[in-house]
């Protein structure tokens, strides 16, 4: 299993350069000039070229690209250019964040997605089924953004029982684990769970029943075996696949979730990118880019050695 653990990880250090070079080349692939963003529209071509030389956007593509990534291995993103502060430290506070978003999400994604899927294949062909499979179906076709906007006009604007906007009564970006601040953490998880609760619900029910047509079942359920000891095995077979689901999910969760934080403006990582974007603010856009694909890569990392341990044959293929 060490082995094992020690050649993923060698295997992910490629994939986390060859992520650092795909987001510094979409950043700078994209239109528009970031330095427009912070002079105004009458400077001079003199202020213009002092300002891409004090940025280093007058150096070429390869060279910007070394200096950037040489100065990310030691800690240094860079100082955003819309309000001078170290990049590190804003992308740090909105991790921060957005982990709280992401782990009530994650909880409820896991908890609705491993029911809805023990239900949807357990049933056989009775009528909850077919009543699980559109929530599920639902779940997926619904953008998470438009389910944001309809939470907020109903538990909101209508019925007033919930907070629309921000992480805090006093409006500060501080948040505690108490009912003032739970309250605002309601309907941002429910909407960016709604998506990877029924992706993790089809795949799961999707497992089980692709492993109750499998030879080896037939053969427990000839033997007599009791039925609580057959879903052990269901199960244990199960849950690599579930894993998987879900590791990508949580990760979609910190990185996919930018229309939802900006609904609710909830400062997290996904609400800092919009306004990086916005503010063209390339080395806030690249630190942030870099840190939520990094996060991706790790938690997939979690999840294979994850399901290595559950399911032996995975190291051994």
Same mark, same amino acid.
């Given at each position: 299993?060490?082995?094992?653990?020690?050649?993923? &990880?060698?295997?992910? =250090?490629?994939?986390?350069?060859?992520?650092?070079?795909?987001? $510094?080349?979409?950043?700078?692939?994209?239109?528009?000039?970031?330095?427009?963003?912070?002079?105004?529209?009458?400077?001079?071509?003199?202020?213009?070229?002092?300002?891409?030389?004090? $940025?280093?956007?007058?150096?070429? @593509? +390869?060279?910007?690209?070394?200096?950037?990534?040489?100065?990310?291995?030691?800690?240094?993103?860079?100082?955003? +250019?819309?309000?001078? /502060?170290?990049?590190?430290?804003?992308?740090?506070?909105?991790?921060?964040?957005?982990?709280?978003?992401? %782990?009530?999400?994650?909880?409820?994604?896991?908890?609705?997605?491993?029911?809805?899927?023990?239900?949807?294949?357990?049933?056989? *062909?009775?009528?909850?089924?077919?009543?699980? *499979?559109? &929530?599920? +179906?639902?779940?997926?076709?619904?953008?998470?953004?438009?389910?944001?906007?309809? @939470?907020?006009?109903?538990?909101?604007?209508?019925?007033?029982?919930?907070?629309?906007?921000?992480?805090?009564?006093?409006?500060?970006?501080?948040?505690?684990?108490?009912?003032?601040? %739970?309250? $605002?953490?309601? @309907?941002?998880?429910?909407?960016?769970?709604?998506?990877?609760?029924?992706?993790?619900?089809?795949?799961?029910?999707?497992? #089980?029943?692709?492993?109750?047509?499998?030879?080896?079942?037939?053969?427990?359920?000839?033997?007599?075996?009791? *039925?609580?000891?057959?879903?052990?095995?269901?199960? /244990?077979?199960?849950?690599?696949?579930?894993?998987?689901?879900?590791? =990508?999910? #949580?990760?979609?969760?910190?990185?996919?979730?930018?229309?939802?934080?900006?609904?609710?403006?909830?400062?997290?990582?996904?609400?800092?990118?919009?306004?990086?974007?916005?503010? *063209?603010?390339?080395?806030?856009?690249?630190?942030?880019?870099?840190?939520?694909?990094?996060? $991706?890569?790790?938690?997939?990392?979690?999840?294979?050695?994850?399901?290595?341990?559950?399911?032996?044959?995975?190291?051994?293929?």
């Amino acid at each position: 299993m060490i082995s094992y653990a020690i050649q993923r &990880v060698l295997f992910a =250090l490629p994939i986390a350069l060859g992520v650092s070079l795909v987001v $510094f080349s979409l950043v700078h692939l994209a239109p528009g000039d970031p330095i427009s963003a912070i002079l105004p529209n009458e400077a001079s071509e003199e202020m213009v070229i002092e300002a891409r030389r004090e $940025f280093g956007l007058d150096r070429s @593509l +390869i060279v910007q690209y070394g200096i950037w990534l040489g100065k990310a291995l030691q800690g240094d993103l860079g100082s955003s +250019i819309g309000n001078g /502060r170290p990049v590190l430290d804003e992308v740090l506070s909105a991790l921060k964040h957005s982990l709280i978003l992401s %782990l009530a999400a994650g909880l409820l994604a896991c908890l609705a997605g491993v029911l809805l899927g023990l239900l949807s294949a357990g049933l056989g *062909r009775s009528r909850w089924q077919h009543v699980v *499979r559109v &929530v599920t +179906i639902t779940g997926v076709s619904v953008p998470h953004y438009w389910l944001a906007i309809v @939470l907020v006009i109903v538990f909101s604007v209508r019925l007033g029982w919930l907070p629309p906007l921000g992480m805090s009564p006093d409006s500060s970006a501080g948040w505690r684990p108490d009912l003032n601040h %739970l309250q $605002f953490l309601v @309907l941002p998880a429910i909407a960016t769970a709604a998506i990877p609760a029924a992706i993790i619900a089809r795949t799961m029910a999707a497992s #089980i029943q692709e492993i109750l047509s499998r030879d080896f079942m037939i053969t427990l359920r000839a033997k007599g075996l009791p *039925r609580s000891r057959i879903n052990v095995h269901v199960l /244990r077979n199960a849950m690599p696949t579930t894993l998987a689901a879900i590791g =990508l999910q #949580i990760g979609n969760m910190l990185g996919g979730s930018v229309l939802v934080e900006t609904v609710f403006a909830w400062p997290g990582a996904g609400f800092l990118l919009s306004n990086a974007i916005f503010q *063209r603010d390339l080395p806030l856009l690249q630190g942030t880019m870099l840190a939520l694909a990094l996060i $991706f890569v790790l938690i997939n990392l979690l999840v294979d050695l994850t399901q290595s341990w559950l399911d032996p044959r995975i190291r051994r293929a």
